[in-house]
């Protein structure tokens, strides 16, 4: 009924429990976890703040013999399923798994810094203006500044901005599998 081959397969987690719940599968035996996780900033009331956050929200791999382990992995604190299909568990090709690792550059957390571009839709995160949006007119790479044209009460302005005090709406997952 269940294979005899270890493979990887997808786990389904309790949001935000991912690496906790790959970690806690690490100790079951024949069971090895990947949970890629990416680092990144985001605009908070408080600023802009870092965040980590799993790679595939509320999923996990792990490679494990079903035959042997799938009730331990079933039962694992936080998972609530072993993905499948139509009711048969589908394996994920082991040629997947190292490609994501390679997005990744080997790395369990990636640190993702979402690059700007002319025509960006960016948000504000500090000053008196912050949290108002603009779009990005110039970058002026050598002093990290970005000029950014923004409507403030009624009217466009050019704002110059450090690069570090800006946000774009671009989603981190985005700039990770975006290659230059």
Same mark, same amino acid.
């Given at each position: 009924?269940?294979?005899?081959?270890?493979? %990887?397969?997808?786990?389904?987690?309790? !949001?935000?429990?991912?690496?906790?719940?790959?970690?806690?599968?690490?100790?079951?035996?024949?069971?090895?976890?990947?949970?890629?996780?990416?680092?990144?900033?985001?605009?908070?009331?408080?600023?802009?703040? %870092?965040? #980590?956050?799993? +790679?595939? !929200?509320?999923?996990?791999? /792990?490679?494990?013999? !079903?035959?042997?382990?799938?009730?331990?992995?079933?039962?694992?604190?936080?998972?609530?399923?072993?993905?499948?299909?139509?009711?048969?568990?589908?394996?994920? /090709?082991? &040629? #997947?798994?190292?490609?994501?690792?390679? &997005?990744?550059?080997?790395?369990?957390?990636?640190?993702?810094? =979402?690059?700007?571009?002319?025509?960006?839709?960016?948000?504000?995160? &500090?000053?008196?203006?912050?949290? +108002?949006?603009?779009?990005?007119?110039?970058?002026?790479?050598? &002093?990290?500044? =970005?000029?950014?044209?923004?409507?403030?009460?009624?009217?466009?302005?050019?704002?110059? =901005?450090?690069?570090?005090?800006?946000?774009?709406?671009?989603? !981190?997952?985005?700039?990770?599998?975006?290659?230059?």
């Amino acid at each position: 009924m269940f294979s005899e081959v270890p493979a %990887w397969y997808v786990i389904h987690s309790k !949001p935000k429990c991912e690496h906790i719940a790959a970690g806690l599968m690490l100790g079951l035996p024949g069971v090895e976890t990947y949970c890629p996780r990416i680092r990144f900033q985001r605009s908070t009331p408080r600023g802009k703040v %870092w965040f #980590v956050e799993a +790679l595939f !929200p509320s999923y996990f791999f /792990a490679r494990f013999i !079903p035959s042997v382990s799938i009730r331990a992995v079933k039962h694992s604190q936080n998972v609530i399923r072993v993905v499948d299909f139509g009711g048969q568990m589908t394996p994920v /090709a082991d &040629e #997947v798994i190292e490609m994501i690792r390679q &997005e990744m550059d080997g790395q369990v957390i990636k640190e993702i810094h =979402v690059d700007l571009k002319v025509g960006d839709t960016v948000e504000l995160t &500090e000053g008196a203006m912050r949290g +108002l949006k603009g779009v990005v007119n110039s970058i002026h790479s050598g &002093e990290e500044r =970005v000029k950014v044209l923004m409507e403030f009460l009624g009217r466009e302005s050019l704002v110059e =901005v450090s690069a570090s005090k800006i946000l774009t709406e671009h989603s !981190p997952r985005e700039a990770l599998s975006v290659r230059g």
